[in-house]
């Protein structure tokens, strides 16, 4: 089944409420519009980045952290049983690996022991990443309820989750992915977003 990135965003809305916090929803909704930006500026279908944006984080409606399935997966198998295509879940499951390495993540080396490591290891490892996947995983970078650049929130990133084994080559992943569009832009990505001066 096809979905809008209006549809979308309602099903991304009708979870206020649901974790405990919202701040997942805003951030969301940031990634969702800055991919459509990004997509249109690469010719692309702006509307399914959008989409992507507002469906990449939906496993954490039913709260993350300890304890809890890992929202990646809650999001990839809750798109499924929506009736969307696969091509909407995928991203929940792609969003926070760079380089299609499990381990080139944000927040430390995941545990082999987390719900469903091996078939999530397998799908990054072997999952031929879209164009839009690519964006989602930049947008992700980007954003925290605003877009920001991505030093700003890569040291963000370091204050939530702290510094790892993988930390260096994380950072150095996410800096390739920027300059990879920046390359297929013809320029710097950041001209796209005139609000950033201001950041």
Not at 71 to 100: F, M, P, Q, R, W
Not at 138 to 159: F, G, N, T
């Amino acid at each position: 089944m096809e979905c809008t990135s209006k549809q979308a965003l309602e099903i991304l809305n009708s979870a206020r409420g649901m974790a405990k916090d919202d701040y997942w929803i805003e951030h969301s909704i940031c990634v969702g519009k800055t991919a459509g930006k990004i997509a249109e500026a690469l010719n692309l279908d702006g509307d399914f980045a959008k989409t992507l944006g507002y469906f990449y984080d939906i496993g954490k409606r039913n709260g993350y952290g300890p304890g809890v399935i890992p929202h990646g997966n809650g999001g990839y198998e809750y798109i499924l049983s929506l009736g969307y295509d696969k091509k909407y879940a995928s991203v929940c499951l792609t969003h926070s690996y760079l380089n299609n390495d499990i381990n080139c993540v944000a927040g430390g080396i995941p545990k082999s022991d987390r719900y469903n490591y091996v078939f999530t290891k397998n799908y990054i490892e072997n999952h031929e990443y879209s164009i839009y996947e690519k964006i989602i995983n930049l947008c992700d970078l980007l954003c925290k309820q605003k877009v920001m650049v991505l030093e700003k929130r890569l040291v963000d990133l370091i204050i939530r989750y702290g510094v790892f084994s993988n930390t260096v080559y994380h950072l150095t992943e996410a800096q390739k992915l920027k300059k990879y569009f920046d390359d297929k832009l013809g320029y710097n990505l950041y001209t796209l977003f005139p609000e950033l001066i201001n950041n």
